[in-house]
């Protein structure tokens, strides 16, 4: 469909999805069962027009660092992305191991070194920071990874850099005990993307929806697609099996639109099919404000 209003269609579409904390052969907590979980996310996202170039899933990928679920994961992932021709980028999590990441996910020799790449999305650069600490849930990013990073990005890309991270250097005020396992030193990342081509930073690890600001650059937090957190719960955290979420990103030469998508679907009380969109365009310009903007037009007295 021709953009309508003001703006242009957006160059780059990204699904950013986080924290599937896939397990092979059991559900997670006794309760929640990943893999349909996750098969729910990506059913919604198939039905998302125009179709992402990217598919973005910021850590904890796999619950315990198992190579089957991490087998599991990719075997419902890469069909999916593939029938939207979107590219996969994978970042590691807490929660993940990286010698099973790398060999389960990458194709690549186990390792315990940090797992740090770089994707072109047609000119939008997306860079993958591992900020998992071995051993521990908290983030950190290492010196040569802020070393390795400013070098990156001393060369800005054709439409900009997105910054992948399981841990959002972000304040978590609704989920105060998650302070105890932030990201570590943020400053010192601050220091790095201050001033440079990052136009947003992507992450997880919350398990719920929140957006801020860091180093003057916009910070979204997507939610999981596993379980979630329940801020409005009484408790110091409060983990339930409903509010999954995902968050699109659509990309402008001038701004950075996120939208949240519910996993679950909910009935519709009002709506207009999709093949009003072809009527539409066949209106010249001033029917078709008329149409939509005016109050007593036939598009919302259900006569269309």
């Given amino acids: 469909m021709k953009p309508l209003g003001q703006h242009p269609a957006p160059r780059h579409v990204i699904a950013h999805l ?21 098969r729910a996310a990506l059913d919604r996202l198939s039905a998302i027009d ?25 075997a419902l992932v890469e069909p999916a992305a593939a029938q939207c021709g979107a590219q996969v980028v994978w970042v590691m999590g807490n929660h993940d191991e990286r010698a099973a990441y790398a060999q389960g996910l990458l194709d690549r020799a186990a ?14 650069r997306i860079i993958s920071l591992d900020t998992s600490v071995p051993g521990y849930h908290h983030g950190e990013i290492g010196t040569e990874q802020l070393a390795w990073l400013a070098d990156q990005l001393a060369t800005p890309a054709e439409h900009g850099t997105l910054l992948a991270v399981h841990h959002p250097p972000i304040p978590v005020p609704m989920l105060e005990a998650a302070a105890l396992i932030e990201l570590h030193d943020q400053a010192a990342l601050a220091d790095v993307i201050r001033g440079t081509d990052v136009r947003g930073i992507i992450g997880g ?29 009484p408790g110091l955290t409060s983990g339930v099996d409903g509010h999954q979420a995902f968050t699109m990103l659509h ?50 007295s259900n006569e269309l």
């Fill in 50 to 74: 125009p179709p992402p170039h990217a598919i973005v899933f910021t850590g904890d990928l796999a619950d315990r660092g198992e190579p089957e679920a991490y087998a599991v994961l990719r």
């Fill in 111 to 124: 390792t315990d070194a940090p797992q740090d790449e770089v994707h072109d999305v047609d000119g939008l």
């Fill in 205 to 233: 690890h919350f398990h719920y929806t929140s957006w801020s600001t860091f180093a003057g650059v916009p910070v979204s937090v997507a939610s999981s697609t596993c379980y979630t957190e329940d801020p409005a719960t």
């Fill in 18 to 38: 986080s924290d599937p904390q896939m397990l092979a052969g059991r559900p997670l907590h006794g309760k929640v069962d990943t893999e349909a979980r996750m």
């Fill in 251 to 300: 990309v402008y030469a001038d701004a950075v639109v996120h939208s949240v998508v519910p996993v679950a679907g909910a009935p519709e009380v009002v709506g207009h099919p999709a093949e009003l969109a072809e009527q539409l365009e066949a209106l010249d310009p001033t029917e078709l404000f008329e149409l939509v903007s005016g109050k007593e037009s036939p598009l919302y």
